[in-house]
């Protein structure tokens, strides 16, 4: 074999190494960026494209006015809120790791953002201090017990809509916050039982103004 033959085999061996080389490194890099266990998956692929349209309107309707158009917490109300609007696209999440909003279940983010009671502010500075009090005192059952209590999302800003909206518009809600951050959470049900009538109150009586009488 002439020294031409060799220098051109070593050229087709080395083309052949770089193309494995560089196709393992895809693959790699492929599982790492793909979802799987270490990344949540494709916003909202689990959620109900008509849920999702009716969570969106009630979304524009109510919540960008403080969480902007997109989630992410610059809405022309946003600089008037303290503490400020919550970012609800997890962008700041770092690679490989799970978002805050993905890490929340359908169940939490409907009891704690859209279906709450009312929370005064006396009330949440207090479960604020109980449970700074605990993690400072490193008694970590006592700063579990206060967290739980804590709400996570809601600042005493934000208005509920237990008192708003239906409880299936509620749920329209969640499916539409799961397409605005990376997540694998289940689709959001909404059965034909449940409530589509939104809350009623009786209507308040007019004030006489009759000075004379």
């Excluded at 033959?5 to 083309?15: D, E, S």
């Excluded at 959620?47 to 006015?65: D, M, R, W």
């Excluded at 502010?121 to 209590?149: G, P, R, S, T």
Aim: aromatic share 8%.
């Amino acid at each position: 074999m002439n020294t031409r033959h060799v220098i051109v085999q070593g050229c087709a061996l080395l083309v052949i190494a770089l193309f494995l080389f560089n196709s393992g490194c895809t693959k790699k890099d492929d599982v790492a960026t793909s979802g799987g266990s270490v990344k949540a998956g494709a916003p909202g692929a689990n959620q109900s494209p008509q849920l999702v349209a009716q969570g969106k309107e009630l979304f524009t309707n109510y919540c960008i006015h403080c969480h902007g158009p997109s989630g992410v917490g610059d809405g022309f109300n946003a600089r008037n809120v303290d503490p400020a609007p919550r970012d609800l696209t997890d962008r700041d999440t770092e690679e490989g790791e799970i978002g805050f909003m993905a890490a929340l279940t359908n169940e939490k983010i409907y009891n704690e953002v859209i279906g709450r009671e009312f929370l005064n502010l006396e009330d949440f500075e207090a479960l604020q201090e109980a449970y700074f009090d605990a993690m400072m005192m490193d008694d970590e059952a006592e700063a579990a017990a206060a967290e739980a209590k804590l709400p996570l999302l809601v600042p005493p800003a934000m208005p509920t809509f237990r008192y708003t909206l239906s409880d299936a518009e509620r749920w329209a809600l969640v499916a539409y916050l799961r397409t605005l951050h990376k997540n694998d959470a289940p689709p959001v049900e909404v059965s034909a039982a449940i409530d589509t009538s939104r809350p009623a109150f009786p209507a308040r009586e007019a004030p006489d103004l009759n000075v004379n009488g």
